[in-house]
């Protein structure tokens, strides 16, 4: 179970978040059907460093982005996004 | 003086004993048999990787099948049985299997499935009957396992002299420290082997640790290791089977470490020779711990095989104590050991065991090319060291080879952890190769895999590490290798002429040692395996004493039967007063969400597949949700209370989903709108008034016209602010009243004080559901089943021709408005009841076209009425099918009808 550092609450353990999916598979509102659906099922499966999108679901309920390498689960930043984080 | 009892015989133990010492100082042999032959086994360890002596401890709930003897402590009361025989342990029915050894050879399994299935039914009766391990409790567990978290600088596993050391070391440079040992008392090796470092200084080096702020966790198994140097920890708080002193049988610790030092120590490897299962042979470390820790001596001839110093330890062990040393064999030639003082034979490997059921009686090898044999009564071999990497390989670890040792050493870990002391650095051992014959020399004695299944399987084609362990079984069950897995390897790389590194490795995964289910589960369990949330109203309804109905993680009333009704004559009766009169029920745990700002519309037309901005204030609508792939996902309805301020609702089994996706759309999709979308499921109690009295009972209530069919007014009931919405799920002029939920009960009451004043009658969900199928309004989980499209729904008229909804680029592929799809219908019984979940076909023994989703009956008139999706289902309305259910053995005929079977036009919303 990893450690993710949560830029509000600081580390806390795995079982907190629920994971969403990709940063790169995120459908923009204004794609066009086939690259929105490229996005969707043709998702990339890198070995290595990744974004990815995790929400603090039994925590502060934020959402954040994560880089995790995925192979060895080092986590080399977790940001925070939505409204908030653009003040 | 500890009394117990194995197999119903009545034994004595002495205080510290672990079952199998006990059983050996009973001159106890034989404590099982094989798994797959039934060839009789004794004690071969004094650890937990022992492969032989599984039994089953405790009684009725509290019975632990497959423990092993030498992992479990003796305790007042103590109830042993030994598994895996029948009719008992000394006359064994299965034990024939061992004559037909030849057909149970590696993989037989497999080959048994070839050929005819009737031959497999046949095989499988017998193997099912003659293979296995211990049987699983039948009764609850009646103990309490407890989960506790921890954090610390540095974990320390193993209590060795490398261990304890190193915890000390660390507390005394005041970091926070946990030491775990998997024994009860700490010491480890030290208590066989005490070199210079004795009880006394295990004494002092723990009570330092204390007191420098240390914890000492003992009978405690580090099990996993898992990311992030999580390392989860099992502790025993009471012995398999027996009562635990406080309720709480054993403990799950989560231990996030720092820092963790494997002081792991290392497993000794039997040598493989013919019939080295016998019982009487044993492990020569583990005979150096019965010596000198249990002060017994299971033998009176000894015979000790070597390819190392170390069994020389337990040689003079032995003597210390008094028992006769026959020979001891070593593998090495000369001078290897010639200054011990024993018998030593150099260039000595052992070939061959003879004896009976219960015991050894002589053992023969093949010295310096020439066979000799011995009387002996028991056998220690020491066949080299297997560092236990099990934790550094969980850790994502890698290993070196160490050819003095033949053995794997830890190398680097991508995680914080250093191993150290007999774990990284092995005893030296001379390599020997076996000479015994290989069809009887096991190697895996808890599988029963020799070296020829080996052989075997090499000569079949399975040429990696893998597809052995899966072809011959090698390295499953308890003991996961812990004595196999090598001698495996090397036999492996020597088919494929490889050096032992090279032949690859399985992979080590979690747990360590056994685990019990009931620890896993903590106090997670049984009830507790979900929580509950409680309706606001939950108090008042339970008054009532309906019958409840679970859904999701509510709990709601399915009926309120009266006078001895059944739930289906309640809810009938109460469907019946709807149609009729008018009802009330709880529809407080609809998702609900009030969206509010300048782009409150905007937003809300993202997330809804229809129109929202066109709603005058006042006014709602329904609504319909779509993933992003274009499917419908849920649906509901729409209100404008204010300019700027919208009541969404959705459904209840959809919350949680529904509110995850409202906030990314919001967070990442539009974090520039200027919105703010609240979930406020609970925040309102709501309850919902339906029928043809209903606005009648509305007006009394709210002393005003109550609002028209699907617009929305605020008000206030019994002096208690409400929202009412004008809409209906039932088929009926209705009223949704939403109501904060810490003033719900004041509501509630007058709305049931002027519905009974009326004759209504409150309804449940199970009388909902009858009269929303009989409306054909769709519910969320049955006709919108994660498959269908708005077409499919035929909502599709009712989509946002603007675009611009989430689902919209998704639903643009062709494949999703194609002829063949599944398409909602109504179906009519033309006779008997329509089966729900029942398949839709044209013919009998045709394929099937669709199913039933929902099935009910005209609530006033009777007859039997379902929805269902049908393959283009649209334009087949008239024809007769099957509806058939072989599970259930129903079956009946229908018509395919439009989905309303009740007041299509609408009428009844109309005032």
Not at chain 1, 53 to 67: D, E, P, S, V
Not at chain 2, 254 to 260: F, I
Not at chain 2, 446 to 471: C, I, P
Not at chain 2, 715 to 740: H, M, Q, T
Request: neutral net charge.
């Amino acid at each position: 179970m990893m450690r993710i550092p949560c830029p509000h609450c600081g580390p806390r353990a795995q079982s907190e978040f629920i994971y969403e999916r990709t940063v790169d598979s995120v459908v923009p509102l204004d794609a066009p059907s086939q690259e929105a659906m490229t996005k969707l099922f043709t998702r990339n499966n890198p070995r290595g460093v990744d974004d990815e999108i995790w929400r603090h679901t039994y925590g502060c309920r934020a959402w954040m982005i994560l880089t995790r390498h995925r192979v060895t689960n080092e986590i080399s930043g977790c940001r925070a996004i939505g409204p908030e984080a653009l003040l | 003086m500890i009394n117990f009892s194995f197999d119903g015989k009545a034994y004595t133990a002495q205080e510290g004993d672990t079952l199998a010492a006990a059983l050996l100082r009973n001159g106890i042999g034989l404590v099982g048999r094989s798994f797959k032959y039934h060839r009789p086994r004794g004690i071969m360890t004094a650890g937990v990787e022992e492969p032989n002596a599984l039994v089953t401890v405790g009684e009725g709930g509290r019975a632990e099948p497959n423990t092993r003897a030498t992992d479990v402590f003796v305790y007042e009361g103590l109830v042993a049985k030994s598994q895996n025989r029948w009719p008992n342990l000394s006359f064994d029915v299965g034990a024939v299997l061992g004559l037909a050894a030849p057909a149970l050879s590696a993989g037989f399994y497999y080959k048994t499935f070839f050929g005819s299935a009737k031959k497999w039914m046949f095989y499988e009766f017998f193997i099912r009957k003659a293979a296995g391990l211990g049987n699983a409790p039948t009764q609850a567990d009646p103990d309490r396992f407890s989960h506790r978290a921890a954090f610390c600088d540095f974990l320390v596993v193993g209590a060795g002299p490398a261990g304890m050391q190193a915890a000390l070391d660390a507390a005394e440079s005041g970091k926070r420290v946990i030491l775990v040992e998997q024994d009860n008392i700490l010491g480890a090796s030290l208590i066989r082997d005490p070199q210079e470092l004795d009880a006394a200084w295990i004494e002092a080096t723990a009570a330092r640790i204390r007191a420098a702020g240390g914890r000492i966790l003992t009978r405690t198994t580090a099990s996993g290791y898992w990311e992030h140097d999580l390392v989860t920890l099992t502790q025993r708080l009471s012995e398999p089977g027996q009562v635990p002193a406080n309720g709480v049988a054993q403990r799950l610790w989560h231990v996030r470490a720092g820092q963790v030092i494997l002081a792991t120590g290392s497993i000794e490897r039997p040598m493989a020779f013919a019939h080295n299962d016998r019982p009487g042979v044993m492990l020569s470390q583990a005979l150096c711990s019965y010596v000198r820790r249990f002060g017994l001596i299971p033998g009176k001839r000894v015979v000790i095989a070597t390819n190392n110093d170390d069994a020389y330890k337990t040689a003079q062990a032995l003597k210390e104590a008094g028992a006769q040393i026959v020979a001891i064999l070593d593998a090495r030639p000369a001078p290897a050991g010639a200054n011990s003082g024993h018998r030593v034979y150099n260039d000595a490997v052992p070939l061959s065991t003879k004896g009976a059921r219960h015991c050894l009686k002589s053992v023969s090898a093949l010295v310096d090319g020439k066979v000799m044999d011995w009387d002996a009564d028991l056998l220690a071999v020491s066949g080299g060291f297997t560092p236990v990497v099990h934790l550094h390989m969980q850790a994502g670890g890698t290993l070196d080879w160490n050819e003095d040792a033949q053995a794997f050493i830890p190398a680097s870990s991508r995680q914080n952890v250093t191993t150290i002391g007999g774990a990284a650095e092995p005893q030296p051992i001379f390599k020997m190769v076996p000479v015994g014959k290989p069809k009887k020399s096991f190697i895996d004695f808890q599988n029963d895999v020799t070296l020829a299944d080996v052989d075997l399987a090499w000569a079949e084609g399975y040429r990696s590490v893998e597809h052995l362990k899966r072809y011959t079984t090698l390295g499953m069950a308890t003991d996961q290798g812990k004595l196999s897995n090598m001698a495996a390897l090397g036999r492996l790389a020597e088919k494929q002429g490889v050096a032992i590194p090279e032949a690859g490795l399985t992979t080590f995964r979690p747990p360590y040692t056994p685990v019990t289910m009931g620890l896993l589960a903590g106090a997670g369990a049984k009830d507790a395996g979900a929580h509950v949330r409680r309706l606001a109203l939950y108090d008042l309804h339970a008054a009532k004493n309906p019958i409840w109905q679970p859904l999701g993680y509510w709990f709601r009333p399915r009926a309120y039967p009266t006078g001895g009704e059944t739930l289906a004559q309640a809810a009938l009766r109460e469907a019946k007063a709807v149609r009729n009169n008018v009802g009330m029920t709880d529809v407080s745990t609809l998702a609900k969400f009030e969206v509010s700002g300048p782009d409150a519309a905007a937003f809300l037309e993202i997330i809804c597949a229809t129109t929202v901005s066109k709603l005058a204030v006042g006014r709602g609508r329904y609504t319909f949700m779509l993933r992003e792939d274009g499917i419908v996902f849920d649906d509901g309805t729409v209100w404008r209370l204010d300019e700027n301020r919208y009541l969404l609702t959705s459904s209840t089994g959809g919350a949680d989903r529904m509110a995850t996706h409202i906030s990314y759309v919001r967070q990442f999709l539009c974090p520039h709108l200027r919105v703010s979308a609240v979930n406020v499921q609970e925040h309102y109690a709501g309850l919902a008034v339906a029928g043809p009295k209903a606005k009648a009972v509305l007006a009394t209530l709210v002393g005003e016209e109550p609002p028209r069919h699907m617009s929305t007014v605020p008000a206030s009931i019994a002096g208690v602010p409400v929202i009412i919405l004008a809409a209906s799920y039932s088929g009926e002029r209705a009223f949704e009243i939403y109501v904060d939920a810490s003033q719900a009960e004041a509501v509630w009451a007058a709305c049931e004080t002027q519905v009974m004043t009326v004759g209504g009658a409150l309804y449940g969900l199970e009388a909902m559901e009858f009269l929303r199928i009989e409306k054909g309004h769709l519910v969320v989980g049955g006709e919108v089943d994660g498959r269908m499209t708005p077409h499919d729904l035929a909502l599709d008229k009712m989509l946002n021709k603007a675009g611009g909804f989430i689902g919209a680029s998704g639903l643009a592929r062709p494949a999703l408005s194609e002829a063949g799809r599944r398409q909602l219908v109504g179906l009519e019984a033309i006779a008997g009841a329509i089966p729900e979940g029942a398949m839709l076909i044209p013919s009998e023994g045709a394929s099937p076209q669709g199913h039933v989703s929902a099935a009910a009956f005209r609530i006033v008139e009777g007859g039997s009425v379902a929805l269902g999706q049908l393959v283009d289902g649209f334009s087949r309305h008239g024809e007769i099918l099957i509806t058939s259910s072989p599970t259930r053995g129903q079956k009946a005929r229908v018509r395919v009808v439009a989905p309303h079977f009740y007041d299509s036009a609408g009428e009844r919303y109309r005032d």
